[in-house]
């Protein structure tokens, strides 16, 4: 069982490119969510998604979208990367409503220069 | 404004003591409180957790205690091993929903 799968692992990207960071749970989680963690702080909630075809934005949505057309994937896309999102990102998925037990993947660690 | 926090930044203990992690949260409309283990290199691990109505909660070697008096979230753990090294931090669900707003964290470091 993989759990949650993130990829890639490590990412450098110059600041106005744009990519896409991937999420992929097999747990048939309904909930599913992206956190960015920056040095020495906590999590901060970016998207989340209660089921295919439905999103809501977190804490910090400002600069990613997101979209979620299967219950496995959840993709999180920069479309203009800039030097502030440098951070590790997080997905979790778990069951709702009232979600306590988050299961989170490796994360990303993203530059932008 | 709504925060979850930490008293300590960091917490060094010996090997085999019990050990205390702090966290005071002044959102008094959450219905769950809830601990995470983050290793280094890795997600975060769910712990444990505990509904608001509740004052304690035991697992295996940890448990977590609620004053709503005073606001205040602990989790202890017992007889500490080198493995409990890691940053924890307190989360909260507010009206069990879909939101799970974290603290800054706290390093414990074992002693061996």
């Known amino acids: 069982n993989a759990g949650v799968t993130q990829t890639p692992k490590f990412q450098v990207l110059k600041t106005g490119q744009s990519m896409t960071l991937q999420c992929a749970q097999d747990m048939n989680h309904e909930y599913m969510s992206w956190y960015r963690q920056d040095p020495g702080m906590g999590l901060r909630l970016i998207h989340y998604?209660?089921?295919?075809?439905?999103?809501d934005q977190g804490e910090v949505p400002n600069g990613y979208n997101v979209s979620r057309s299967t219950t496995e994937d959840f993709p999180l896309r920069l479309l203009s990367a800039a030097p502030s999102q440098t951070s590790v990102y997080f997905c979790?998925?778990?069951?709702?409503?009232?979600?306590?037990?988050?299961?989170f993947g490796q994360g990303t660690r993203l530059t932008v220069v | 404004g709504e925060s979850v926090g930490l008293h300590l930044p960091t917490l060094s203990v010996q090997e085999g003591d019990n050990s205390i992690i702090n966290c005071a949260y002044s959102n008094s409309a959450s219905d769950y409180f809830i601990w995470y283990k983050q290793e280094s290199g890795k997600g975060p691990q769910f712990i444990i957790d505990i509904r608001s109505n509740m004052d304690k909660r035991q697992g295996q070697r940890v448990t977590v205690l609620l004053n709503k008096t005073v606001k205040h979230l602990s989790l202890q753990i017992a007889a500490t091993q080198p493995g409990d090294s890691a940053v924890y931090f307190c989360?909260?669900?507010?009206?069990?929903?879909?939101?799970?707003?974290f603290g800054g964290g706290t390093r414990l470091m074992v002693k061996p």
């Open positions: 998604s209660v089921g295919a075809g439905i999103t």
């Open positions: 979790a998925s778990g069951t709702t409503p009232g979600i306590t037990e988050a299961f």
């Open positions: 989360a909260e669900n507010k009206n069990a929903g879909n939101m799970l707003t």
